[in-house]
């Protein structure tokens, strides 16, 4: 089954999508993908299944499922990996997206094209169902609620197979393990997790009428550093001054190009469009910087090639200055904009933002990362 998931033409774009975006232009290093990235997850969430099943009762089709999850979790991912999110899509549409539920959608997209994949899920003993847990496995965060159980791929007491992909509970997860170990790899950077000891250390246990993941006590500062490393790679790699300069010349060539690329169709609107949207990997700019003129925008076309020249010639945007914005919300970018520069127009639209999160995730810059965190003693 999953061989024959990785032997399809959209799984197989992820070899074009590289893992750290536009890392690789300040570390050469840095040329893994979203392809190895995926495979990875899925082996370590069989990994940790085949830990937790000798204290609950797992079934081999749920054991499935959790690796075609880890397998197919960033297949919905565009060009440049969270650039294409962050910095294009939710510039540019006002709708909800985001490549956790593109993955979804691709996902169900394989299995409606590929009768291959269909009907070796069902020979495996998949129904509908699993096919929707699958779907929660990958975008968890949709139906995070504290309140109420609103999963329906599985019930409560099997509340800690969704802590295995995507923990959005804890943070603790086969993704975030492969990709920081994976990342440190190619970056030349010290890993200090210890996943394995992590994940042979962990134990299920019932909270508030749920079965959760917990880990032994004297194993926090694993855990901390699990974290620590993260915001680590972030401020060497993920945000280096380099690499935000290109990702705003990119964020800024998609926007020029979006009446570009496609005669027939806006670039962003291609998250709508299915086979379109799974054409686009890293080459986009390739594509652009090939194109030989527009009937439509030959201006835009022309300023975009510029803009690829100056990637290519190294004569990047320059960092100006860099801030703490004092009362701004770090998502309304305007408003720290306008903050910065004030009324000046001329100024403002000859200056890019980006702001720089160095946080332990969710719980911010100071907040504790282990507070979400169930930990057990030896009693």
């Not at 169900?108 to 009768?115: G, L, Q, R, S, Y």
């Not at 509970?169 to 010290?190: A, E, I, Q, S, W």
């Not at 500062?221 to 300069?245: E, G, K, P, W």
Request: proline share 2%.
């Amino acid at each position: 089954v999953l061989v024959g998931i990785i032997d399809t033409p959209e799984f197989q774009r992820l070899r074009n999508i590289k893992q750290t975006g536009v890392v690789y232009y300040v570390y050469p290093g840095a040329t893994h993908n979203r392809f190895e990235h995926c495979i990875g997850v899925c082996h370590l969430a069989g990994q940790m299944v085949d830990k937790l099943s000798a204290q609950r009762e797992i079934t081999p089709v749920e054991k499935l499922c959790v690796q075609i999850a880890g397998l197919v979790h960033d297949i919905g991912h565009g060009p440049f990996s969270h650039l294409f999110d962050d910095c294009f899509i939710q510039e540019i549409c006002e709708t909800e997206w985001s490549h956790e539920l593109q993955s979804c959608r691709v996902f169900d997209h394989i299995v409606e094209t590929h009768e291959k994949v269909s009907s070796s899920l069902t020979a495996a003993g998949l129904t509908d169902i699993d096919l929707v847990f699958i779907k929660e496995l990958i975008n968890a965060k949709e139906y995070k609620s504290e309140d109420s159980w609103l999963f329906k791929g599985r019930p409560r007491d099997k509340s800690f197979l969704y802590e295995i992909v995507a923990n959005e509970r804890t943070g603790v997860d086969v993704d975030k393990f492969d990709y920081l170990m994976r990342d440190c790899y190619h970056l030349g950077v010290n890993c200090t997790l210890d996943w394995r000891r992590l994940v042979f250390k962990m134990k299920i246990v019932e909270k508030d009428g749920q079965q959760r993941i917990a880990i032994r006590d004297k194993e926090k500062d694993n855990v901390f550093n699990m974290f620590y490393l993260r915001m680590h790679l972030r401020r060497i790699a993920y945000q280096h001054a380099t690499c935000t300069s290109i990702e705003l010349m990119i964020s800024d060539i998609l926007k020029i190009c979006n009446e570009v690329v496609f005669d027939d169709m806006l670039l962003s609107d291609t998250i709508h469009h299915m086979e379109r949207y799974l054409t686009l990997t890293d080459g986009v700019l390739e594509t652009v910087s090939n194109m030989r003129h527009s009937n439509t925008h030959p201006k835009n076309l022309a300023k975009a090639k510029r803009l690829i020249h100056r990637i290519k010639t190294r004569k990047l945007y320059v960092l100006l200055a860099e801030t703490p914005p004092s009362t701004a919300s770090f998502k309304d970018q305007k408003k720290i904009l306008n903050e910065i520069v004030g009324e000046d127009n001329d100024l403002a639209e000859n200056i890019g933002l980006s702001v720089l999160r160095l946080n332990f995730g969710k719980w911010g810059r100071t907040g504790d990362p282990l507070q979400a965190i169930l930990f057990y003693d030896k009693n």
